[in-house]
């Protein structure tokens, strides 16, 4: 029983599940972050599985990402808000990935171009490897533990399925055309195929109305049949022709999205960078990504990284030349295989190097987004690139004696196994809390204003807001319009005890961004600290036209016009008070009681 389960394929799932554990098993506990906030903790849409039946608020929050924010309804249904079961799921999801990375490269060896080659006998190691790549290396730490970036691990996990699903029925045709000797289309009538066929069809389905980089599915599956199966094109393209339709289904809904979303989500990701400007932006940046596949150094929450204005800039050029040489060279190696010069099995490592380029054109071209780079884009692309790695590994070995130099490639392969699950882990720890991951981050992008921001407000949540002033000081001297910033410079300010020094930010965000009204209720709150209830006077009340249930407005209002001397409109704020919320209510009662007593007592 024992060497059966260790022997491939049954050993090689055990070690990936095994090794993926490992490399994540410290970040269960990791807190949420960034975009997790507004898409999980303060999403009302997720709170409830019925918002995602048809017309259900779930769907309109976000319609073309529907399937991604689904799941964390079902998280949220069974666990609530506890991060464990968002880890478990995600981790879930990236191991099932690196199995689906195993199932399509050991399947592409009975494909027809692939069968011939000299590495089909070690088809099986070679997908292990790719496999342990993707699952281990740290790059991937930022789909994984960030929580929210489960909508692209788990578009991933889609966009893996269906194109494992439409490889096994196109294996399953030809064995079924080989062995009835068959012509034309007739393999379509099989059922097997057809259940394989429309099933990858759901599936890519699914992958589009989890994220947008779906977009390229039908593609990539053109491609794959392109690469690696034989035959007359009309026979082929009737395997393709139900996963091409599918190519309308983003454009379409990015098209109609102001109508069919209420938050806008995919047009709040673009911003107004000229197209030519982030495509310049981009290939630095792709440098930067195949950077990070190779040496996974510095990695970065959030990359401090210019934006390119000139295709001759010296970085940029640069860039453009060594990625045009690098398809160059696989689109050389492929029509060498076509020529049967070199090992078919190279086709699969251009196939690989295409797949990286092509899963990340859609945030990496034409499509300007806020952020110019981010390490989760990296996550479906780098199949290829690992791909492309593993093969190349395995053709050197074939170059190399049967004997001690011949087995040090893939000796090296296992020692940077080892390493790069050690680095996953070991990046997992930077993640461990708000505060930490967010040190660390400022750390790599010190001039940045965001980083800083981030890191005082969670200094500040954490109970720590004289700590926070320093961060949140550099984040307003960085960017002296960062109205966020302000505000959480004049908050922390309170919580430390020092009102009149929070007035000035606090003023400053206000009249940045006069719609805060978190900002304007906190100046209120330290003009009344400093002795100025009339500067807070009219900063209450109009907000309390706006939110007439809000507590807090209520019981500083009181304060207010007890300042000024009017205790019955104090009272009529603690009848209020009363009603809504009866702890304040007794606070405000006693400053009333004691400022009538002090009257009288005059």
Request: glycine share 6%.
């Amino acid at each position: 029983m024992i060497p059966r389960i260790l022997s491939p394929p049954a050993g090689h799932l055990l070690l990936i599940l095994l090794l993926g554990v490992l490399a994540y098993s410290n970040s269960f506990g990791v807190p949420f972050v960034l975009d997790d906030f507004e898409s999980i903790t303060r999403n009302e849409s997720i709170r409830d599985l019925g918002n995602f039946l048809p017309g259900g608020s779930g769907y309109d929050f976000h319609p073309r990402r529907w399937v991604g924010y689904f799941s964390f309804a079902l998280n949220h249904h069974f666990g609530g808000l506890n991060v464990f079961g968002y880890h478990l799921v995600n981790l879930f999801i990236h191991l099932a990935n690196a199995l689906l990375v195993y199932a399509l490269i050991r399947l592409s060896f009975r494909t027809p171009v692939l069968t011939g080659s000299r590495l089909a006998p070690r088809a099986d190691t070679l997908a292990l490897l790719a496999a342990l790549l993707f699952v281990v290396h740290p790059v991937q730490t930022q789909a994984v533990t960030y929580v929210v970036q489960r909508l692209t691990s788990l578009c991933t996990l889609f966009y893996l399925l269906a194109l494992v699903l439409y490889l096994a029925a196109r294996l399953h045709s030809e064995k079924n055309l080989a062995d009835k000797d068959g012509q034309g289309i007739r393999a379509w009538g099989d059922r097997k195929t057809f259940f394989l066929l429309g099933t990858a069809c759901v599936t890519a389905v699914l992958a589009m109305f989890t994220k947008e980089i779906a977009f390229t599915l039908p593609l990539a599956a053109a491609l794959y049949e392109w690469s690696f199966f034989r035959g007359p094109w009309r026979r082929r393209l009737t395997f393709l022709a139900p996963l091409l339709p599918t190519l309308a289904i983003i454009p379409l809904f990015v098209a109609l999205g102001r109508e069919l979303g209420s938050d806008g989500t995919f047009q709040q990701t673009l911003v107004d960078i000229p197209r030519r400007h982030y495509l310049f932006t981009q290939f630095p940046v792709i440098l930067t990504y195949l950077r990070l596949l190779i040496l996974p150094i510095h990695q970065n929450l959030d990359y401090d990284f210019p934006v390119y204005t000139r295709f001759f800039a010296p970085q940029v050029i640069l860039s453009f030349l060594l990625l045009a040489a690098g398809i160059a060279v696989a689109l050389r190696l492929f029509a060498a295989t076509r020529r049967g010069a070199v090992d078919p099995a190279v086709r699969l490592a251009t196939f690989g190097i295409v797949w990286f380029f092509l899963t990340l054109s859609v945030e990496s071209s034409l499509v300007p987004l806020a952020d110019v780079i981010f390490e989760h884009r990296l996550y479906l692309p780098s199949v290829g690139a690992f791909t492309a790695f593993a093969v190349a590994i395995f053709l050197l070995r074939e170059k190399l004696p049967n004997t001690l130099p011949g087995r040090l490639p893939l000796l090296a392969g296992a020692v940077v196994i080892l390493v790069l699950t050690a680095a996953s882990w070991q990046r997992n720890r930077d993640w461990r809390s708000e505060v930490s991951i967010w040190q660390d981050t400022v750390g790599k992008s010190p001039n940045k204003s965001r980083p800083w921001y981030n890191l005082g407000t969670h200094l500040t949540d954490a109970g720590r807001p004289a700590e926070a002033i320093p961060a949140l000081a550099r984040a307003v001297t960085l960017d002296p319009r960062y109205a966020e910033a302000w505000h959480n410079l004049g908050r922390s300010y309170l919580l430390s005890n020092q009102a009149v020094k929070a007035v000035v930010p606090l003023r400053t965000a206000v009249s940045l961004k006069p719609e805060m009204d978190n900002a304007v209720v906190n100046l209120a709150v330290a003009l009344l600290q400093t002795g100025d209830p009339r500067g807070a006077l009219p900063l209450l009340e109009k907000t309390r036209q706006r939110f007439p249930e809000w507590p807090e407005v209520r019981l500083n209002l009181g304060i207010a016009y007890l300042g000024i001397g009017q205790t019955a409109s104090a009272r009529r704020e603690l009848a209020a008070l009363q009603r809504i919320a009866p702890a304040l209510a007794r606070e405000l009662a006693e400053m009333i009681a004691r400022t009538e007593s002090r009257l009288q007592s005059r």
